[in-house]
């Protein structure tokens, strides 16, 4: 059986534009194409060349897998299907096949209508690459063809994304995307069964991180954003528009309802209206609470966040507003940052990991001087930074490893540092090898190989009551395996029984009639045996000793005593360690 070859075309020692391409079991499968925010060059994308020339991609890669909507996972999918040409099985969730062409028409437009541009995909090549979707629920199995089987696990980390387990013969590998342990206020918590996959390729965003309790992040936030709109500044809360967008704004809509504030909050244009579209239709993807109370009142539904409009950055008085993207790379986020970052009275709250080279990393690096598109920026608001990453941290990641029990893991979706930390606690935790490729390393797993047989009920119901050890005969028959107890096989076979006997001898020079001798013997071997359990040995009439078909009988010869042990086969546990007892002590077993 071939071994598992993983290499990473993204996300590999790295947080940006994942793609992991597996070979298994002779298929190459492709996890993720996504798009790096802190480039602006040819690196932004995946190396695809790696892999194959523009127009070949069909013919080198079996199926392709999305896991959610966020753009570091798909934002370069148009490239890959329209400029090289992947015709093939593209698999992802009903929500992400609904919002991911939103998002990545608003990537388009920045890149191409603001920045200008040259050599991006289309409005149109967005449209094409949609409609070659293949959608998959929530616990549902796929057969890609006769070989590739998928199955989606529900991942939390944002609406419809999704953990897929993928079995080629008896091989498996399931690749988390990103997901979060940790149940929240619109989404329930990841879950994957036991699944024994041979690897599982898991994100490490947060690989050293372990969080402190929701409701104290929760508080700490709130009093930050009251404090500072409290003294009349501004509030600026960089999100992406689906995910911890609404999980703030619900935060913010209930402390606002019970503060009774009247303090302007405001989310980007059309963002809010789509949301909730999105969220009702997938409400099925949302937890318990929501999906309980939304036919009553609608939790997306605001009452104190309004729609922001480009006028509004300059209006005097305090403000709190919601504005994509989420790392400041780009678009109103960034052009509100650069209005408000002079004014000391005003605060920028960072609730979630940002990718090197944006600013929003810069910022959270200590870097106050910013070189931007209309010159450098001197920022004199204050910089917080409220993990409300929807990411599992390191206790999240070794409880999913502790839930799947996989023979091997790889890490990806994070740094180099914080992934050898978590490959230290991996193997204090579970003893698995655990592996880390930078991108363009590819590493190989070796698995060990699977036999199909059937077993008989007989031979079946023998194990069971026996534990995992099980003498038998593998048969080979019309190229079909049968595991046979040897009397099994024997009889299918046509031969004719056999039976082998062991013998062992020990002289002993003792003037001690051989009835003593049998006598003690039986004595010392009661306790001494009672430990291999294998039960007790009985004296018959003429003295000898027996326990199945261990036999112990002593003859007096000459001026001492002759003890002999004889035993079949099927019981050479118990006459071997009866010989290696009368070995080891001698004559001094029957002296004590």
């Not at 409400?283 to 009452?303: D, G, H, L, P, Q």
């Not at 050898?420 to 190989?444: R, T, V, W």
Request: hydrophobic share 35%; charged share 20%; aromatic share 8%.
């Amino acid at each position: 059986m071939s071994d598992i070859k993983i290499v990473p075309l993204g996300a590999g020692q790295d947080v940006g534009r994942s793609c992991i391409l597996v070979s298994i079991n002779g298929k190459n499968i492709m996890f993720d194409c996504g798009m790096h925010m802190g480039y602006n060059d040819e690196r932004r994308f995946p190396d695809f060349s790696y892999i194959c020339q523009p127009g070949g991609a069909t013919d080198v890669i079996d199926c392709l897998i999305i896991s959610h909507f966020h753009l570091d996972h798909c934002g370069s999918l148009p490239f890959f299907t329209e400029k090289f040409g992947y015709n093939g099985p593209l698999i992802m969730t009903a929500p992400t096949r609904a919002i991911a062409p939103l998002l990545l028409e608003d990537y388009r437009k920045i890149s191409v209508d603001r920045y200008g541009e040259a050599g991006f995909f289309t409005t149109q090549q967005i449209k094409t690459c949609i409609k070659k979707v293949r959608t998959i629920r929530v616990h549902e199995t796929i057969q890609i063809d006769k070989d590739i089987s998928v199955k989606c696990y529900y991942a939390g980390h944002v609406l419809g994304a999704g953990m897929f387990l993928v079995k080629v013969g008896h091989q498996s590998v399931l690749y988390t995307g990103d997901y979060n342990m940790t149940p929240d206020r619109h989404l329930g918590c990841a879950w994957v069964d036991r699944c024994n996959p041979d690897v599982l390729i898991t994100e490490s965003t947060y690989a050293t991180t372990i969080r402190d309790s929701k409701r104290c992040r929760e508080r700490d936030f709130l009093k930050k954003v009251y404090n500072v709109v409290e003294k009349g500044g501004k509030v600026l809360i960089p999100v992406f528009a689906l995910g911890r967008a609404q999980e703030l704004c619900i935060l913010i809509e209930e402390f606002w309802d019970r503060m009774n504030l009247n303090v302007p909050v405001y989310f980007c244009h059309g963002l809010t209206e789509k949301a909730t579209n999105y969220y009702k239709l997938f409400i099925t993807w949302t937890n318990e609470k929501i999906k309980s109370t939304f036919v009553k009142r609608n939790m997306f539904e605001y009452k104190h966040i309004s729609v922001f409009e480009r006028s509004y950055m300059n209006n005097p008085g305090p403000m709190v507003v919601f504005a994509t993207p989420g790392m400041l790379h780009s678009g109103m986020s960034l052009n509100i940052f650069k209005a408000w970052c002079h004014d000391a009275n005003n605060m920028v709250i960072m609730p979630g990991y940002c990718v090197s080279g944006t600013v929003g990393h810069k910022l959270l690096n200590g870097t106050r001087k910013l070189e931007t598109d209309k010159g450098s920026v001197t920022v004199n608001m204050a910089v917080e930074y409220l993990s409300f990453s929807a990411h599992a941290d390191a206790k999240g990641i070794l409880q999913l490893i502790k839930n799947c029990q996989p023979k091997n893991v790889v890490l990806v979706h994070g740094e180099d540092k914080k992934m050898e930390f978590l490959i230290d606690k991996i193997d204090d935790q579970f003893g698995i090898p655990s592996f880390k490729p930078a991108n363009g390393e590819q590493i190989s797993i070796p698995c060990k190989p699977h036999i199909m047989g059937s077993i008989t009920k007989d031979t079946f119901k023998f194990v069971r009551t026996n534990g995992n050890h099980f003498d038998g005969m593998l048969v080979k028959e019309d190229d079909q395996l049968s595991l046979l107890s040897a009397e099994e096989a024997r009889v299918k076979l046509g031969l004719r029984p056999v039976s082998i006997n062991l013998n062992y001898k020990l002289s002993m020079n003792l003037d001690i009639s051989p009835t003593v001798v049998l006598e003690r013997l039986h004595t010392q071997l009661s306790s001494i045996i009672s430990d291999q359990k294998v039960g007790p040995f009985k004296r018959q009439l003429d003295g000898t000793l027996n326990l199945n078909s261990v036999n112990i009988t002593c003859k007096q010869e000459g001026a001492g005593s002759v003890v002999h042990v004889s035993w079949s086969v099927e019981d050479d546990h118990v006459g071997r360690a009866v010989s290696d007892i009368l070995e080891e002590c001698g004559e001094g077993l029957i002296l004590n």
